[in-house]
Structures are given as structure tokens and as C-alpha cells.
């Protein structure tokens, strides 16, 4: 995973033994993690599941999506565009760029 996919507080897994891990610090070509500011590799994204997008709360007054699902993965309709999201991180993303607010994921 490349750092310039990746926004402060974004959560990754650690591989092994799926820890969950906020990302603290980005680099170039560096990503860190609290406790861990060498920066570290042994990480993957977390994939949406229905069990992961049930604990975000993303409703809130400036931003309501609605999930859907289809052959290829989860999506949300937004200003017309249909957007597919595979992973978490990419939903945090998202959720920032359109309400300017982090997304609480309660993991």
C-alpha cells in the first residue's frame, strides 16, 4: 500500500494478528502507527464488510449516504456518480473529503 493513499487516522490491520492500527504518521514511502514510529510494512487494508460499514456512523447532518451492493462491491450514488469503495480506509477518505469531519468507526 502506497502512503499517498492513506490520510492521518486512517485504520489498517495489522497482518498476523489483525490488530487493528490507526495510521499516525505519513511519509513519503512511510507509514506509522502509535508505539511503532519507524514506520512498518506488515499491514493490509481492511475490506468492507457489512459487519465494518455497520460501525461507522456516517449520518450526520451534512453527509447521508446509503450503502448498495452489487456484483462488484459495496457503492454509494453521489452527486450523480456511482463510487465504488472496497475498503475502509477509502471510506474514511471520502467521508473527510465531503464533510470535512473524520468518520467514527467504532472498532
Known amino acids: ?3 499517498n493513499e492513506l490520510m492521518l487516522d ?3 490491520v495489522e497482518k498476523g494478528t489483525k490488530r ?4 499516525c504518521e505519513l ?3 512511510r507509514i506509522a502507527f502509535p508505539g511503532d514510529l519507524r514506520g512498518r510494512s506488515d499491514f493490509e487494508a481492511i475490506k468492507l464488510t457489512d459487519e465494518i460499514i ?4 456516517i449520518y450526520d447532518d451534512r453527509f447521508r449516504v446509503n450503502f448498495s451492493k452489487d456484483v462488484s462491491g ?5 452527486n450523480g456518480y456511482k463510487i465504488y469503495i472496497k475498503f475502509l480506509h477509502s471510506l474514511q477518505n471520502f ?6 469531519t ?3 468507526v467504532n472498532m
Open 74 to 78: 459495496y457503492f454509494i450514488w453521489f
Open 1 to 3: 500500500m502506497d502512503s
Open 54 to 57: 455497520n460501525k461507522c456512523e
Open 20 to 23: 487493528i492500527l490507526r495510521v
Open 95 to 100: 467521508y473527510y473529503m465531503v464533510s470535512n
Open 102 to 104: 473524520q468518520l467514527k
Open 27 to 29: 511519509t513519503e514511502g
Open 10 to 12: 486512517n485504520m489498517l
